[in-house]
């Protein structure tokens, strides 16, 4: 194992030991990653090609592969295409990654909208409820493609009850957007904002819906929501 991943396991430890479960107050959790899972988890992420890309944090990477891996078992996953959403980060970086994971290669990095109740340049509050205009964080399923107001859309299932499962109730979907651009955040100061979905730029817009579409697994990652993230994973 090089440096990289060494350096990744010891990171991935102590963030372990940070969030130890309440034993006065136990959650429900997928299981526990084992030794060997984290240890395959860095091995997998420092092997990744970036692809002239950034990559995601590994923090938002471990969390999205292993419920992914989850996700899969259970039948509600099918391709090995993974994106990840990490709205800990600021609108105007590239924050929406499309990942293959049989070539183990990055095919997309790009700007993705959150909702305009969400926050500013910031996300910092989700919603589940209809006409909150907010973001949801969570697991997704990527479903049918369908033609709306954006052009090319696609369509998504929320996969974690109370977190996101009312997507395609509020028509939370996938799409291009023209406020979703470089020009936007110039004249702006900041990326425009969707009405709860996770819009990304029309030049990119059929290329990434054409390979994450069919029950490929979409997670979007905030750290302020890793506990329910992850406990409701599990139901």
Known sequence: MNYKSLSLLFFVL????????????????????????????????S????????????ESF???????????????????????VDFSLSSNTKRLWVIDLDKNIVLFQTLVAHGRNTGEEFAQAFS???????????FYATA??????????????????GLNDKARERAVVMHGADYVSE?????NKRLGRSLGCPAVPVELNQKIINVIK???????????????IVSKLAL
């Open 14 to 45: 102590l963030m372990s030991f940070n969030s130890l479960p309440d034993k006065l107050n136990p959650i429900t959790t997928i299981p526990e990653n084992t030794e060997k899972t984290v240890t395959t988890n860095v091995t997998l992420y």
């Open 47 to 58: 092997q990744i090609d970036a692809n002239s890309h950034a990559l995601p944090s590994f």
């Open 62 to 84: 471990n969390l999205a592969l292993d419920g992914f891996n989850h996700l899969k078992e259970k039948g509600l996953i099918q391709k090995n295409i993974l994106t990840i």
């Open 128 to 138: 589940n409820q209809a006409e909150s205009f907010k973001s949801s964080v969570g």
């Open 144 to 161: 049918e493609i369908y033609n709306g107001k954006h052009g090319m859309s696609l369509k998504l299932d929320g996969l974690q009850k």
């Open 183 to 187: 020009s936007f955040i110039k004249q």
């Open 214 to 228: 069919d029950k490929s697994c979409l997670f979007i990652y905030h750290p302020a929501a890793k506990q329910e």
